[in-house]
């Protein structure tokens, strides 16, 4: 079982297998060069820590999901899933972020006018760049890591079927999530830290 310790509990910290400075060359390879320098800079720091992030909500998500029958429980229910939709947010944010830069230098934009790039706008241009051919579906797991995403808002409870629980399960939201990222990856993959658990197909 994981527990939320208190940090007297835990000395000695925590321990870690990457840091987000071991992203920045595969953040280099894959942030266009042709953006505005303040942008490009923003952007590496934006996702160099929200992917460390992933890795450590996967850590945590994926040992509970996939424990054997007799197992007992990981993590307490309500951290589990709230985790997924952490995790699907993050993702989202990774994917905006290079969907929008992407589409900035394939309109010859540098984004230093800080101008808003429309949902269908990005997710083209990133699909354009990390799955050409649709071979690993990329676009559709972007798709419904978007739907989780909007789950975010509560201004319109009565619109909905159900409640958010029932869309926050492993296969509906985690999958789809990691499988995009794992996407990404896939786009110099040689520079990927070597410790990651983001490429590692569950």
Known sequence: MFFITQSDERPDGYVHLSTANAWTMWLSRNIPVGLHADVRHRLNSNLKHLLVGLELKAALIDPHAHRTHN?????????????????????????????????LDQNNL??????????????AALCAVYDPDGEHGLDGDVVRTLALRDLLHQDRLG????????????????????????????????????????????
């Open 110 to 123: 540098d984004g230093g006018n800080a101008m808003r790039i429309e949902r269908d706008a990005w997710r």
């Open 159 to 202: 619109a909905r079927a159900n409640i958010d629980w029932h869309a926050m399960t492993y296969e509906a939201a985690f999958e789809p999530a990691s499988r995009a990222v794992r996407t990404l990856l896939r786009r110099e993959a040689g520079v990927v830290p070597a410790a990651t658990n983001l490429n590692v197909e569950q």
């Open 71 to 103: 197992q007992p429980s990981l993590l307490f229910e309500p951290y589990f899933q709230n985790l997924i939709m952490e995790f699907g947010l993050a993702a989202f944010s990774v994917l905006e972020g290079l969907g929008s830069g992407h589409w």
